[in-house]
């Protein structure tokens, strides 16, 4: 029996009873639009989800589910569902946007044998902006009165106790992870080499590296350092998983869900100069770059279908410039389906039907897990994981845990990177499509590399 296996067997999904929770949301004027949650983003212990001005930035903890297993994702909703059913929430704001009122943070490991516990996390207090409106939401299990006073109290309280921030050290370094650089491109040849057999079509290999800190980390700069380098992206922090993922798994609003779907990579470091051409050119015209895309969409497009009326995709992916790499990238939208009850499924359930997709893990997805397992050498914890949000009405927003990090201890930071393998995969190219997928967190935390 393996280690991860144990782990589960000892420590099984947490049946958590759900609170019964009262939220009161307010309007908050006077948020600019570029900068105005980044105001808010002053201490550690947040959660956030933002994207050029649009998310949430949480504060506390009124409640908290975990899990672990296959079932992980159906234990988080059905505990939110009870939740959201024994909750009483009044909105005092003529804002009608996804997001407003009672709300969740969650994270999600990748993999249904993974040690980590999957969680969701409801704040004390969410700041939102989204669509020009922006509000605050007051949530609590106790019993306390709920007015606007109280409300801008605790927002008060969490505002005027930001964390100290720490100068970054000349003495800070980052270290070899769980498999040498050598070890993981032997990885990446035994990965090749399956896929060759015909084993599988599609396999994505991940690594990680560690960082060492003199200092304990400044989670809130690192957050804001990723929001404004990069604005395409969406900035997220759940209970110390940090990072700004250029992939949407699922976003659902108003019946309808869209998802951002990202496989081929090109590092702009190594582009010539004054070649406007050069990403659509490498990229696009790579049949190997194209292969490993259209697996991915294909993925994420047969596993939707079943919950669609209609859908619709780019007929070819477009080069989304980032300012590390160039990825090809399909946008999809769909029209959701009703369920004999007359409701459509809720974000989170999506992401259950969906993860892992062939972008994170391969093709086929059994196959391919298990050779991950078997080559890695790790547990990836939440990375390539869902992490995101949802709303008492089912609206969400959920990426994929990329180019980011999990804080170990407030010292220790372990950073993961992913390349998708397909059987035109050179070892020391994927090697050097990792370091480039590292560099986000590489550039917020000031580390040499």
């Not at 409300?151 to 769980?178: C, N, Q, W």
Request: with cysteine.
């Amino acid at each position: 029996m393996s280690n991860v296996s144990q782990v589960l067997q000892a420590k099984p999904s947490v049946e958590s009873e759900p609170p019964t929770l009262r939220s009161i949301t307010l309007p908050l004027p006077g948020l600019d639009g570029t900068r105005g949650l980044l105001e808010f983003v002053a201490r550690n212990d947040l959660h956030t989800w933002f994207q050029r001005g649009d998310g949430f930035v949480g504060f506390g903890e009124a409640a908290r589910f975990t899990s672990q297993g296959p079932t992980r994702f159906e234990d988080a909703q059905a505990w939110w569902q009870a939740v959201v059913e024994r909750s009483v929430n009044e909105v005092t704001t003529e804002h009608d946007v996804a997001g407003i009122g009672l709300m969740t943070f969650g994270s999600f490991s990748f993999s249904k044998m993974s040690a980590f516990e999957s969680r969701l996390v409801v704040p004390s207090v969410v700041v939102g902006s989204r669509q020009g409106k922006s509000w605050f939401t007051y949530t609590t299990a106790d019993d306390v009165d709920l007015t606007r006073a109280a409300a801008e109290d605790m927002l008060a309280r969490y505002l005027d106790d930001p964390s100290e921030t720490h100068e970054r050290s000349s003495g800070d370094e980052l270290v070899g992870g769980k498999l040498t650089e050598a070890q993981w491109k032997t990885a990446v040849a035994r990965g090749v080499a399956h896929i060759h057999a015909g084993e599988l079509t599609k396999l994505v290999l991940a690594r990680d590296v560690l960082a060492r800190l003199v200092d304990p980390i400044d989670t809130a700069g690192v957050l804001r350092e990723l929001a404004v380098r990069y604005q395409d992206c969406w900035t997220y922090s759940v209970d110390g998983l940090i990072g700004s993922t250029p992939e949407m798994l699922i976003k659902v609003e108003n019946n309808t869900a869209q998802a951002r779907v990202l496989a081929g990579t090109l590092d702009r470091s190594d582009a010539p100069d004054n070649d406007p051409t050069y990403p659509e050119r490498i990229l696009a015209g790579s049949q190997k770059q194209q292969h490993e895309h259209e697996i991915a969409i294909d993925s994420l497009t047969r596993q939707l279908e079943p919950f669609t009326a209609s859908m619709t995709s780019h007929s070819e992916p477009f080069v989304l410039q980032l300012p590390n790499v160039w990825h090809l990238a399909s946008d999809v939208t769909a029209e959701l389906v009703e369920d004999d009850d007359g409701r459509v499924p809720t974000s989170l359930a999506l992401v259950g039907a969906l993860h892992p997709t062939a972008a994170v893990c391969g093709t086929p997805t059994t196959v391919a897990g298990e050779l991950i397992r078997e080559l890695e050498h790790m547990d990836r914890g939440p990375y390539a994981g869902p992490v995101g949000w949802m709303d008492a009405r089912g609206n969400g927003e959920w990426g994929i845990a990329l180019r980011g990090a999990v804080i170990e201890d407030p010292t220790h930071v372990r950073l993961y990177a992913g390349c998708g393998v397909v059987d035109a995969s050179v070892p020391e190219a994927e090697l050097a499509e990792t370091w480039s997928k590292f560099r986000p967190m590489i550039e917020a935390l000031g580390l040499p590399y």
